[in-house]
């Protein structure tokens, strides 16, 4: 694993935000480089690089110089798995903060939250450590304003300061809108602030799910399934859904949420399968055709030149 990388339970993040502005998750993640079914890779680690790429990538599709920031105050706290319940089942937001700061390696390597005392306040410094190949503000912004979303835990918007080291033009005030308007430019650190007198105010502990949350759970359980139902199952919305105890019309609507068309997760669960199985030296096509649930050799060998532009007798098999 590299030193410095992020736990794709911050990238499968992703998907509702791009899903709003309508632009095909899977196509997204595809273009990037990375493997587009990040949903059937929801518990691995990504080099920070490519973390990087992606975030860059991300304001440049929708157009919005400041998309990190947005992305990041668009997540709720809990979505990010252990991390995010060790932070919010905390008692109260000075304990949440600390959980925060032990925890960070749950879903940041290579970042560190340092506290520190100043006035009336405590901020939270964030740093990335190590080389960096491309610009990281998108991924600070990003982090940055989930550290915002963890401070708001005290329910006071007055209470929290947001320190950037960027400076200060015209067109950073849009960034009130996910920092608040106790926002500072041309700081010497990226922080967030607590007033010092709400540090004791207890967390409430909502068991509420948020909409983003459960059209995310569902489509990461959605991928999974059809992975493990391929070899043995006629995979069809249909049988999803019933295997999920959901009906068809909300399993399309939280795929939706998310940016994915089940017809395209299915085709993409198949093109990495058959794509790992040949590298792995598979020769038999037709035994594995019938296990991705073609019914023909023919139909999975054209699909299989749609996806790589080389029948699946000729590509490359690993030495």
């Not at 990010?80 to 932070?87: E, K, M, R, Y």
Request: glycine share 6%; proline share 5%; aromatic share 8%.
């Amino acid at each position: 694993m590299p030193s410095a990388a992020i736990h794709a339970v911050s990238l499968v993040q992703f998907a509702p935000f791009l899903a709003k502005k309508n632009i095909d998750v899977l196509e997204f993640f595809s273009r990037q480089g990375l493997s587009p079914n990040i949903f059937q890779a929801h518990d691995a680690w990504i080099p920070r690089s490519v973390c990087l790429k992606l975030a860059n990538a991300l304001a440049m599709e929708t157009g919005n110089p400041f998309a990190g920031a947005f992305l990041g105050d668009s997540i709720s706290v809990p979505d990010f798995g252990t991390f995010g319940q060790l932070v919010t089942t905390a008692e109260t937001v000075e304990t949440g903060l600390n959980a925060t700061i032990e925890n960070l390696g749950l879903v940041h390597r290579g970042s560190t939250v340092v506290p520190l005392l100043e006035g009336d306040s405590l901020y939270l410094r964030f740093s990335l450590t190590g080389d960096l190949d491309q610009d990281p503000q998108q991924l600070v912004n990003a982090s940055l304003a989930v550290l915002r979303n963890i401070a708001m835990l005290c329910k006071e918007p007055d209470m929290v300061t947001v320190r950037l080291a960027i400076p200060y033009e015209r067109r950073v005030s849009i960034l009130e809108d996910c920092f608040g308007n106790k926002l500072q430019f041309g700081c010497d650190h990226n922080e967030v602030g607590v007033g010092r007198e709400v540090l004791d105010t207890p967390i409430h502990h909502s068991r509420e799910a948020h909409r983003d949350s459960a059209a995310l759970d569902t489509t990461i359980k959605t991928a999974m399934l059809v992975s493990q139902m391929l070899p043995t199952y006629r995979v069809t919305i249909d049988n999803v859904a019933s295997h999920m105890a959901v009906t068809r019309r909300t399993l399309q609507r939280r795929l939706k949420e998310c940016g994915v068309v089940f017809s395209d997760l299915v085709d993409v669960t198949r093109r990495d399968a058959a794509i790992g199985q040949l590298r792995n030296g598979r020769t038999n096509l037709t035994e594995l055709a019938f296990e991705l649930g073609y019914s023909e050799l023919a139909h999975f060998s054209r699909s299989f030149k749609r996806w790589t532009g080389t029948p699946p007798s000729r590509y490359p098999r690993e030495p």
